[in-house]
């Protein structure tokens, strides 16, 4: 029998945890404060940013946002990033990628206040991360150690196999899972597009994570008998629905699925576990500013 790992269980147990820290924070008058700032109008970047704004009042952080025109200067989205870095009633917040070409999105990042960088991009944060010393988990890694915990998936001796090399999930998660953390101590093998013989390196890991950005591009016969697989890809493809497109994941399910001994869906899989952890950070942020 394969497990199904149902993500959005679990940010559901994170939440419940979250909430009580919250109100605690609250009752010492320093409710946390999220803002998202969205330069453009890009319709999944508008999804994703009320998504998180929703997710901030269910738990009772407050959500602030603000809008940034996708023609103005790249000075307006800094101007916005320092009246952010000064407010106090905003302890964390994020710009959403992508930004408009225009703009160099490092940065933003290097502007960001590292004690507000929720998303755990700024370089200083990368730099912990690295050494050791993680200030800010990027939320899509820290969700996916979190779900492996809660499966109850040993890292630890384990071959790993990420296929992806992003600074947002691949890098970081890479890093994370070498380190002799708790759920660390794997042996981790980061694959990408220039990658000689992908389907060796992912028929030799206990754990499979694909963070490519590719449609279904692992499929049954990349995987051995009892895999572990967390597909983070959420991909947009045309479809016969009412919005046109379906999302799907970079792992093909149908065939993976029977081969596989845990498995995470698309949606429902690793998505809600990044929404919980930005809020998890959020806490973190205020918590470190306040105490
Ligand atoms: N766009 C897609 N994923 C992310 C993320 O994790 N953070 C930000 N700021 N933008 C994104």
Redesign the pocket.
């Known amino acids: 029998m394969t497990t199904h790992i149902d993500g959005n269980a679990v940010a559901s147990e994170i939440r419940d945890e979250l909430t009580d820290a919250i109100e605690t924070l609250a009752s010492e008058g320093s409710r946390p404060g999220l803002a998202t700032v969205l330069m453009g109008d890009d319709p999944a970047s508008q999804t994703?940013v009320s998504m998180k704004q929703r997710d901030c009042e269910e738990v009772g952080i407050e959500p602030h946002h603000v809008d940034v025109d996708g023609d103005a200067p790249a000075d307006e989205l800094f101007d916005t990033i320092e009246t952010l870095n000064d407010d106090p009633d905003v302890h964390g917040y994020?710009?959403?990628?992508p930004v408009p070409d225009h703009v160099d999105y490092r940065q933003v990042i290097r502007r960001i206040d590292p004690l507000k960088d929720v998303?755990g991009f700024h370089p200083e944060n990368v730099g912990r991360l690295v050494a050791g010393d993680a200030r800010f988990r990027p939320?899509?890694p820290h969700g996916v150690q979190k779900l492996l915990e809660a499966t109850g998936v040993e890292t630890e001796g384990k071959d790993i196999t990420i296929v992806g090399r992003s600074d947002?999930v691949g890098k970081p998660l890479a890093n994370l899972l070498i380190q002799k953390a708790d759920d660390g101590n794997a042996t981790v093998t980061v694959c990408h597009s220039r990658t000689a013989d992908l389907a060796s390196k992912t028929r030799n890991a206990d754990v499979v994570v694909a963070a490519v950005g590719v449609p279904e591009l692992i499929d049954g016969s990349m995987i051995s008998e009892d895999t572990v697989v967390i597909d983070v890809g959420v991909n947009r493809v045309d479809a016969d629905t009412e919005k046109g497109y379906e999302l799907v994941g970079d792992v093909d399910f149908d065939s993976v699925e029977p081969k596989a001994s845990a498995i995470t869906p698309v949606p429902g899989g690793v998505g809600p576990m990044?929404r919980a952890m930005l809020l998890y950070n959020t806490v973190k942020a205020a918590s470190l500013q306040t105490g």
């Open positions: 994703y994020l710009v959403q990628a998303d939320c899509t947002i990044t």
